[in-house]
């Protein structure tokens, strides 16, 4: 195949998982590490991708974020470790708040224990009914029908007479100063969960770093365990807690 061909169809990869690293271009097209640098270099230098340690963005990475249908089209391999190993922190007879996110909802169809689970997300709870050991308490409120999560102010009020043994929790954006969600609804109700809850469990993707977001669910130390699919690196770990378990999924599972 010749480059020029081979650099198409990687833009075409590209947009279909918004993340490619210079494995996924070798071990999709069989080439050499080498050749695939020089592609990424290709693709750089004409403006088309973005350049990050170990791989490319698109160019417009982290300035939109999609909706709930189209990320549980895209969802990758990582997505499923992440969303395996946080099925390892549920525990039998205890009361869970599991945010709406393609990730989570991955967990929620791996859970066959006898426990409690209160959520906003019209996906988990379908997910759930097919488990007859898990008692689902869903949220009230009106569909977003975009990102499939309920939201009122009953909500609000039901959510202050819980408390949760842990809140699972995920986000389109992560900085210095906070987890994020793009919907202002969404990050209401899963803060709220959050500040009811005896442990909060973030996962997220390493990407997520780059994201731009809006609303703040908690700040970096209210997270007890990060489960992502990447190393961090020393500025990102510093970000977080102390007490702060950091699980790279992908070398557990």
């Known amino acids: 195949m010749s480059q020029e061909k081979r650099v198409e169809l990687i833009k075409q990869l590209l947009d279909e998982r918004q993340e490619l690293s210079t494995k996924d271009i070798m071990e999709e097209f069989g080439i050499s590490q080498d050749t695939a640098r020089r592609d990424i270099v290709l693709l750089t230098k004409r403006g088309e991708v ?19 249908q189209n990320r ?6 990582e997505k499923t470790q992440i969303a395996l190993e946080a099925t390892k922190y549920f525990k039998p007879h205890h009361v869970y708040f599991v945010d709406a996110s393609t990730i989570l909802l991955k967990t929620c169809q791996n859970l066959s ?14 997910a759930l009914a097919e488990q007859n050991k898990v008692k689902v308490k869903v949220l009230s409120g ?16 039901e959510l202050e007479n819980i408390v949760f043994d842990t809140v699972f929790i995920a986000a389109s ?22 500040r009811r809850a005896r442990q909060v ?8 770093f780059t994201n731009k977001s809006y609303y703040r669910i908690c700040s970096l130390d209210q997270v007890s ?16 807690s102390p007490h702060t378990q950091i699980k790279v999924a992908s070398k557990l599972n």
Do not use: W
């Open 50 to 68: 973005r350049r990050t340690h170990g791989g490319i963005l698109p160019l417009d990475f982290g300035r939109s974020v999609p909706n709930f």
């Open 72 to 77: 549980l089209a895209s969802f990758t391999r």
């Open 113 to 126: 224990l006898p426990l409690t689970i209160v959520t906003h997300s019209l996906d988990n709870c379908i």
């Open 142 to 157: 009106t569909l977003n029908h975009e990102n499939r999560f309920f939201y009122s102010n009953t909500a609000m009020r």
């Open 173 to 194: 954006g992560i900085d210095e100063h906070g987890v994020y969600l793009l919907d202002q609804e969404d990050a209401e109700i899963v803060g709220r969960a959050a």
């Open 201 to 208: 469990i973030l996962v997220a993707e390493h990407q997520k």
């Open 225 to 240: 365990v990060f489960i992502t699919d990447q190393e961090l690196s020393p500025e990102e770990k510093m970000l977080f």
